[in-house]
């Protein structure tokens, strides 16, 4: 038996709302125009349909995944494109909404500050895989850019998190109401001196 088809996979149907003072924190924003305000909860709407979010059982551990496909950041990143602005706006749209579902089920997120990635053990590894959420090869993180993988129940928050030396939060230097996506950090893209 493979370690993936000894773990379990629930399904939890949750239609988290745009939660506007939410968001406009997150975003650090003060106000939205109207037109930006619409556009915004017409993808809301668009990609409630899209939205994955699993509890996987491995042995006694569970975890809680929320991701978006893969349609989303191509979105995403054909809006930036054509604007900053807008680009920013709906990532961090897409950011806000596999968060806001995570926090409907572990509410103790939002007073954490933190989802905390857990280790990624074979198993874990291996029932993401099944469900078309990989790790990226060689790493902790996801290959998903709009997507979180967290103990579920709430076991605690940055302190035990698998990725704290690589987060500034995590190590206290840098006190942020915005959410770092691992990978996508400063600089990140840059060549790296060999």
């Known amino acids: 038996m493979s370690e993936a088809s000894s773990a379990g996979v629930k399904e939890h149907a949750i239609q988290p709302y745009f939660d506007m003072e939410g968001f406009l924190v997150m ?3 003060t106000r939205l125009g109207g037109a930006v305000f619409e556009r915004l909860v017409e993808l809301w709407g668009k ?9 996987i059982t491995t042995g006694k551990i569970s975890y809680l995944a929320v ?3 893969e349609e989303v950041e191509l979105e995403v990143d ?9 680009g920013f706006m709906i990532n961090n749209l897409a950011q806000f909404m596999c ?8 509410p103790q997120v939002e007073d954490a500050g933190c ?10 590894r291996a029932v993401l895989s099944e469900l078309g959420l990989e790790y990226r090869p060689g ?7 709009y997507a979180v993988v967290t ?14 030396d690589q987060c500034p939060k995590g190590q206290g230097q840098a006190e942020s109401s915005s959410i770092l996506l691992p990978g996508h950090e400063r600089g990140a893209d840059e060549e790296k001196p060999q």
């Open 27 to 29: 975003s650090q924003e």
């Open 47 to 55: 990609w409630l349909s899209q939205l994955k979010v699993r509890e």
């Open 67 to 69: 991701w978006l496909p």
């Open 78 to 86: 054909e809006a930036w494109g054509k604007s900053a602005s807008d």
């Open 99 to 106: 968060m806001s579902a995570v926090q409907m089920l572990l």
């Open 115 to 124: 989802a905390p990635s857990p280790r990624p053990t074979e198993a874990l």
């Open 139 to 145: 790493a902790s993180v996801l290959s998903r850019r």
């Open 151 to 164: 103990h579920f129940p709430f076991r605690g928050g940055c302190e035990i998190c698998h990725l704290q």
